[in-house]
């Protein structure tokens, strides 16, 4: 189960998209000096794809990408509700932000369009720091291209 705290459009956390971000909570990482450690709570309302649907609904023409923030306590929900998004909203592609290390096994045809992994190191910064320990992938015909360069570009 998924719960979320918050969500926001956001035009810089996946290049040439527009995302509606979706803050999950109850995060299972231990970043040293986490950004965020209210989301490391199990606070905030249960994502269903009713809320999905409403929130499409009303951006639609505004978003191209929903993007989940977290999420690593519940892959199977994050791809259950990304093949939901991809049936049932033509058009609109999906991200998730891991806080993992490593990306996760994902079957070939999973319906996710880009995947961030790496968790936050303050020292590092986030993707748009060159030093950054995370990587955004862009993920299609089953092969996955590392898209982080594109965070630097001045
Ligand atoms: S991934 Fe790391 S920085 Fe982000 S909320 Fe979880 S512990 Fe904090």
Redo the contacts with the bound molecule.
């Keep these: 189960m998924l719960k979320f705290y918050s969500m926001e459009i956001v035009f810089q956390e996946i290049p040439d998209e527009i995302s509606l971000a979706i803050n999950i909570t109850n995060?299972p990482?231990?970043?040293p000096n986490?950004?965020?450690?209210w989301?490391?709570e199990d606070i905030g309302e249960v994502l269903t794809r009713e809320i999905i649907d409403n929130t499409i609904q009303k951006y639609k023409n505004q978003i191209t990408c929903i993007l989940f923030m977290?999420g690593?306590h519940s892959l199977e929900d994050i791809i259950d509700l990304s093949y939901y998004i991809k049936e049932s909203h033509k058009g609109i592609k999906t991200a998730w932000y891991s806080?993992q290390n490593k990306i996760p096994k994902l079957q070939p045809n999973n319906p996710l369009n880009y995947i961030k992994t790496g968790?936050?190191q303050e020292e590092k910064g986030g993707l748009n720091n060159p030093k950054t320990n995370q990587r955004l992938y862009k993920l299609e015909n089953q092969e996955k291209q590392d898209i982080t360069y594109r965070f630097w570009k001045k």
């Excluded at 986490?34 to 450690?37: I, R």
């Design positions: 995060c990482n231990l970043c986490c950004h965020s450690p989301l490391r977290g690593d806080g968790e936050y």
